[in-house]
């Protein structure tokens, strides 16, 4: 099996900064690509960003020049650097990763969610 372990959540100011990371563990053969996402209360799953094994990223527009989404091959995890956040940036952000498991078995995977609240 695969989990995905999500950190650095929390409560911030408008303005402020949080990073978010997310190790990914288990029967990983390799990783494409991994990603973070957010949900607010009423509201559906959305892309924040999104970043493949070669580097190569995407990001939604409402976070493009504020966020930076970057990873590390090696040791199967993705960080979420968040800058100047807004209130409307509160959600649960969730860690997901594109796996392919040492049974040869391609999977989605998703980790717990974290909290970022942030206040006006």
């Known amino acids: 099996q695969v989990q995905l372990v999500e950190s650095g959540g929390g409560l911030v100011q408008a303005g402020g900064s949080l990073r978010l990371s997310c190790a990914a563990s288990?029967?990983?053969?390799?990783?494409?690509?991994m990603g973070w996402y957010r949900q607010a209360p009423g509201k559906q799953r959305e892309l924040v960003a999104r970043?493949?094994?070669?580097?190569?990223?995407n990001y939604a527009d409402f976070v493009k020049g504020r966020f930076t989404i970057s990873r590390d091959n090696a040791k199967n995890t993705v960080s979420l650097q968040m800058n100047t956040l807004k209130p409307e940036d509160t959600a649960v952000y969730y860690c997901?990763?594109?796996?392919?498991?040492?049974?040869?078995?391609?999977?989605?995977?998703w980790g717990q969610g974290t909290q970022v609240n942030v206040s006006s």
């Open positions: 997901n990763a594109d796996v392919m498991t040492t049974y040869f078995i391609p999977g989605d995977y």
């Open positions: 288990g029967s990983i053969l390799s990783i494409n690509a």
């Open positions: 970043i493949t094994s070669g580097g190569s990223t």
